[in-house]
């Protein structure tokens, strides 16, 4: 699941991602970056995840659908749900998990 920024309302400046439902323990916390000769190759494990796109756009795969993404936006990840992402440039983000 992606929530993308664009559609999320700031008010008093915050911008509530909704993760209701989708409880998340963090074992770690990793900020990344990804280029066309570095992409992060799809892989699946039984944590959930999310990574927070900081700069640039990328192709998310999740189970096999690709989604573009880009700043600002939320990847949700579900235990089991392979996931990868790629970029045609260079993009920074945040792995929790």
């Known amino acids: ?13 915050r911008r509530p991602y ?13 900020t990344r970056f990804t280029t066309p000769d570095m992409p992060f190759g799809p892989h699946q494990h039984e944590q959930r995840e999310l990574w927070f796109i900081l700069e ?22 579900d235990p089991w749900v392979a996931h990868g992402l790629r970029t045609d440039s260079r993009v920074q983000w945040v792995c929790l998990g």
Do not use: N, W, Y
Not at 1 to 13: C, K, Y
Not at 56 to 77: C, E, N
């Open 56 to 77: 640039g756009k990328a192709v998310v795969s999740l189970d096999g659908i690709d989604q573009p993404v880009s700043a600002r936006d939320l990847v949700v990840i």
């Open 1 to 13: 699941m992606i929530l993308r920024a664009d559609d999320i309302e700031e008010v008093g400046g």
């Open 18 to 30: 909704d993760l209701k439902g989708r409880p998340i323990t963090v074992d770690h916390f990793v």
